[in-house]
């Protein structure tokens, strides 16, 4: 029993310290409360403000009716009109170069007018080379010669015909004259009055110059053979001499048209065979453009090719630049390439009326003028959501709803829903709302929005 009572009075103590503890606690959070309260009966209350609604600054665009023009584009590379390579006809070594058959040199082709003296008559072109003719030269008199003996056998045919023809109507009368003769004999033997010696004698004579009329007959059928064969070998000779001639004049080689030379392959001294190239001469003046456009675009302005006003093109070296040169749709391919599906139109370009010259090779891009809209409503497109727009409208966003007729790159033509003189919102269109409360601070018009890089699809026509 007496071991006992030590652990009965730990067990009092640790209880009056538990108590303790939770009194403690409780007068602490009492403490708090009382402190926290009395602070807040110092706190002065919030002085309240009225409520102040949120404005939108917008950029707006000013719709006005325009008449606008669809663009339909392409790229192509310049080429000239004519541009030939010039090739040897006849072979033999060059014995004279002009001293600008070079890169770049400028030659004039055959011209019509009135020469030095007044009279009208035409000039050929300059030469560029000329190759060795002797050989041509000798060959030309030669078949002239030929030439000269053929006309001389013919003329002598013709003469041995006339003669022949006079010899026998000579001997046609022989024979009848025998003939008679031979009759006369006959009847005086029947007569007796002669011997039958005298009428073998007459039948002989008969028979004799009846070969001859035979013969001479025969020999005035060959004539006509003859002479004709001798024409037919006179005109194939004289083929043969006026190709001769023509080799003669192919030894000297010309200009065919005005034009500079952009490629030389020959020079003085050089031996030439028939079919060498020469040179390569291009005509700057007329510069054409290959452009291959798609179906749908071909469509827009087939119909004017071809037409007394024909669609017109202006070209830039890129997509952004400016216009530089001005030309017409003059042609297009009579098929379209299965594979790109698109058709190749043809850019004519007058470099006479261009203030600088298009240079064939070079690479441009085209802006053709398309069907024209008057009094078309356009809009940007990034002002447009789906298919409505906000407007402003006493000083508040609007929700319009619109119909989009077509769209042109970075602006779309309105068919409904839009009038003259409206300001549709161009930014915050991420934060504002129907009703919302706008401040415009900026507008753009349309011919901002149509810059450089929107010239590809429309332009706005200024009537």
Request: aromatic fraction near 4%.
């Amino acid at each position: 029993m007496r071991k006992s009572q030590p652990h009965s009075r730990k067990s009092r103590r640790g209880a009056t310290q538990w108590v303790i503890s939770i009194v403690l606690s409780v007068v602490s959070i009492a403490l708090g409360l009382l402190g926290f309260s009395v602070l807040a009966s110092l706190k002065q209350p919030p002085s309240e403000r009225p409520a102040v609604e949120r404005s939108f600054n917008v950029d707006v665009f000013e719709v006005e009716p325009v008449t606008l023009q669809e663009v339909v584009s392409g790229f192509g590379t310049a080429r000239a009109d004519r541009e030939v390579t010039l090739a040897a006809q006849v072979s033999g070594e060059i014995i004279f170069a002009h001293e600008r058959l070079e890169e770049g040199g400028r030659f004039d082709g055959p011209a019509s007018g009135p020469d030095a003296d007044g009279r009208g008559g035409s000039s050929p072109g300059e030469t560029l080379i000329v190759i060795d003719p002797r050989t041509y030269e000798s060959r030309v008199r030669q078949i002239e010669g030929r030439l000269d003996e053929l006309d001389g056998q013919i003329e002598r045919l013709r003469k041995e015909q006339s003669n022949n023809e006079r010899l026998l109507a000579k001997a046609k009368k022989d024979v009848e004259r025998f003939r008679e003769e031979y009759e006369r004999v006959r009847n005086l033997r029947q007569r007796n009055v002669t011997t039958a010696s005298s009428v073998t004698t007459a039948e002989l004579e008969l028979s004799r110059y009846e070969d001859t009329l035979v013969k001479m007959e025969n020999e005035a059928e060959l004539f006509p053979i003859r002479i004709a064969q001798a024409e037919r070998t006179r005109d194939a000779t004289a083929e043969e001499l006026a190709s001769a001639k023509l080799d003669e004049e192919r030894t000297v080689v010309k200009a065919p048209f005005n034009g500079a030379l952009c490629e030389v392959y020959v020079e003085q001294g050089q031996y030439l065979r028939a079919g060498d190239q020469i040179a390569c001469l291009t005509d700057p003046t007329v510069v054409e453009i290959p452009v291959a456009i798609t179906l749908d675009d071909f469509a827009k302005i087939s119909a004017r090719i071809g037409s007394a006003s024909p669609p017109e093109a202006r070209l830039a070296i890129n997509e952004t630049d400016p216009p530089r040169w001005g030309g017409t749709v003059v042609r297009a391919s009579p098929k379209a390439d299965s594979s790109s599906r698109t058709i190749s139109v043809y850019i004519k370009v007058n470099n006479s009326e261009q203030d600088t010259p298009l240079l064939p090779g070079t690479f441009i891009h085209a802006r053709i003028d398309g069907p024209m809209m008057a009094g078309a409503v356009a809009l940007p497109r990034d002002a447009i959501e789906s298919t409505s727009v906000y407007l402003v409208k006493e000083g508040r966003a609007k929700r319009q709803e619109i119909e989009i007729e077509r769209s042109l790159g970075p602006v779309a033509v309105i068919a409904d829903g839009i009038e003259a003189g409206d300001q549709v919102l161009l930014t915050n269109l991420d934060a504002v709302f129907d009703g919302a409360a706008v401040k415009p601070q900026g507008s753009r018009t349309l011919e901002q929005e149509l810059g450089p890089s929107a010239q590809r699809f429309a332009r706005i026509v200024n009537e």
